[in-house]
Every structure is written in C-alpha cells, then in structure tokens.
C-alpha cells in the first residue's frame, strides 16, 4: 500500500479536528508547572508522626489532596499519574512514617 501524501494531509486534518476545544474559544489555560519530586521535602516533615486524620486535615489547610498508600506495610490501590499538589502518607501503627508527592 502506497501512502500519499495527499492521505497524509487529511489524516493530520482529521488529527487535528478531534483534538478538544474550548466551547467559548478562548484557548484553555495553562496548567501549573510540575514541581520536581521532593521539591518540597523540608515542609513536608511536618506530616511525620502525625495521625492520618491529623495528617488530612494538615493537607487541607495546605490545599493540598491526600491519600493514604500504605498501611502498616500493605500497599492501597492509588493510581500512578503525578500530582505535585497530592501528598502520599504511609501508615505504621496509626501514625504517618513517610511523605511523598504525586
């Protein structure tokens, strides 16, 4: 099967047309840059040895989204996209042991 160049064209059209748009036109904004993992080490201690309820509501006032990923070494489902402003709490006997971004 031959390509031309004409197939190539429509398909970077068709491409091109199912990308999502905006309803009002305007362009969508930018989303935040993506800090570096542990960027934000030195705040984040505050979290250690905090209850997970304590640890929540801490990352609330931060506006920040928590999970817990682990409970005395058994690992919760959590999904593997990275999120700069959710923090990752793993738990051993009741309390918060290790902080991650993501």
């Known amino acids: ?13 068709l491409f091109s047309s199912c990308q999502e748009k905006p ?8 989303a935040p840059p993506v800090t570096g993992k542990g960027e934000n080490a030195a705040s ?3 979290f250690i040895g905090r209850t997970a309820e304590s640890a ?3 990352a609330k006032e931060r506006d920040l989204i928590s999970r817990i990923v ?8 959590a999904t593997k996209d990275y999120r700069p402003n959710r923090v990752n709490f793993e738990i051993e006997q009741g309390k918060v ?6």
């Open 44 to 46: 984040d201690d505050a």
């Open 23 to 30: 309803a009002d036109g305007n362009p969508a904004p930018e």
């Open 1 to 13: 099967m031959k390509i031309t160049p004409i197939a190539i064209i429509l398909s970077a059209l």
């Open 70 to 77: 682990s409970v005395d070494g058994q690992p919760r489902p």
């Open 56 to 58: 929540a509501a801490l």
């Open 97 to 102: 042991v290790k902080v991650s971004r993501g």
